[in-house]
């Protein structure tokens, strides 16, 4: 653990934060934090995880909410935002949602947790992908919908994979994600190398593959644990920029957390990917654009020490908004100027 890392001094955090809290949900919440953010018809719309329920321990050394549904919440600025009476995608909703896809099972013994939502509209639709663990693993999926109400699934990953986000056009023709697979193989060096953020194409968002390695960890000086996609990406004259979360664990370090055996650091990375082919790295910024420093990332929350982007919007001024959430607990906004940002990734051949 290198206990030095510190957020870029381009990143400014909202004097406002935390933006959203358990406090402003009018239906059970305990934690509120891990959205998606787009701006969609007119206004911003946010759709953020929400553990709620007994804090009993479920099982041994690990105290975890029974209930996680999909909060929604709209807002005119981005800041100011107003949370919808009732979750948009409860766990109930979510079997349902997933049953076409799960052929031959039934899908309330398959489904146990929906989650992690991260938005991109493309084509004048809003697209969702989410994170579920299952019987079989842990899946990352894509939704579409146009209201928020209504989502039909269009695809899911083999497991184990998820943290996937969607580019927000094709590139080539092609559909473009980032995601994160979890492999248990593949030899001495494998520590290094296994959690990496991994792009693949599709013709139609429901087939997907031509898959490649675009970060491994072992790029990534900050992290000693394993890295995946955060927000979804944007697109910059220079390439499409994307923050990624990294993981530095400390096993000296003990409980730090409601959660006992809490060891790890969450910080946020940022790279850039090339325009015409985002499967080549173009620019990587060697230090984290976010490590826990505020009290409300450090202190107070389920998991302190986590700091892991859902969204990130470029504003028609240049102002880029990334929306995160804070020690599992909440939701947060910090603001940098899109030409720091770029001038921060170490360009790379
Ligand atoms: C990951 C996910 C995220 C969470 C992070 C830190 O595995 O569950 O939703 O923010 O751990 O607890």
């Not at 600025?77 to 031959?104: F, H, M, N, S």
Request: with cysteine; charged share 25%; net charge negative.
């Amino acid at each position: 653990m290198n206990p030095t890392l510190q957020s870029a001094p381009a990143v400014i955090r909202h004097p406002d934060n935390p933006l959203l809290t358990a406090d402003d949900v009018p239906y059970p919440c305990s934690l509120l934090f891990n959205a998606g953010v787009a701006r969609f018809q007119g206004r911003y719309v946010m759709v953020f995880r929400n553990d709620y329920g007994p804090t009993q321990a479920t099982f041994e050394n690990d105290r975890r909410w029974d209930g996680t549904n999909l909060g929604l919440a709209f807002s005119d600025d981005g800041v100011r935002w107003t949370v919808e009476p009732e979750p948009c995608i409860t766990l109930e909703k979510a079997y349902e949602l997933a049953q076409p896809l799960l052929p031959g099972y039934d899908a309330t013994k398959v489904i146990r947790r929906f989650y992690d939502p991260r938005l991109t509209v493309l084509d004048g639709r809003c697209y969702m992908c989410f994170a579920v663990d299952t019987i079989h693993g842990l899946r990352g999926g894509i939704a579409v919908t146009d209201d928020f109400d209504h989502f039909d699934v269009l695809t899911m990953t083999l497991p184990d994979n998820r943290n996937m986000v969607l580019f927000p056009e094709k590139v080539n023709g092609q559909y473009v994600r980032l995601e994160r697979p979890m492999p248990a193989y593949g030899g001495p060096d494998m520590s290094a190398w296994k959690f990496g953020v991994w792009l693949s194409t599709s013709p139609d968002l429901i087939h997907w593959g031509h898959a490649r390695c675009v970060l491994p960890a072992a790029d990534v000086p900050f992290a000693n644990d394993k890295i995946g996609p955060a927000a979804p990406p944007i697109k910059t004259e220079r390439g499409w920029l994307t923050t990624f979360h990294a993981v530095d664990v400390d096993d000296a370090r003990g409980k730090n957390g409601w959660e006992d055996t809490w060891k790890k650091r969450y910080t946020a990375g940022l790279m850039l990917l090339d325009l015409d082919d985002p499967s080549r790295r173009i620019g990587l910024c060697d230090t984290p654009l976010l490590a826990p420093q505020a009290p409300y990332e450090t202190d107070g929350g389920f998991r302190n020490h986590v700091i892991f982007p859902g969204g990130m919007l470029l504003e028609p001024g240049g102002e880029v908004k990334i929306y995160y959430g804070a020690a599992d607990a909440v939701e947060c906004l910090a603001t940098a100027p899109v030409d720091d940002l770029l001038e921060m990734c170490r360009p790379e051949a």
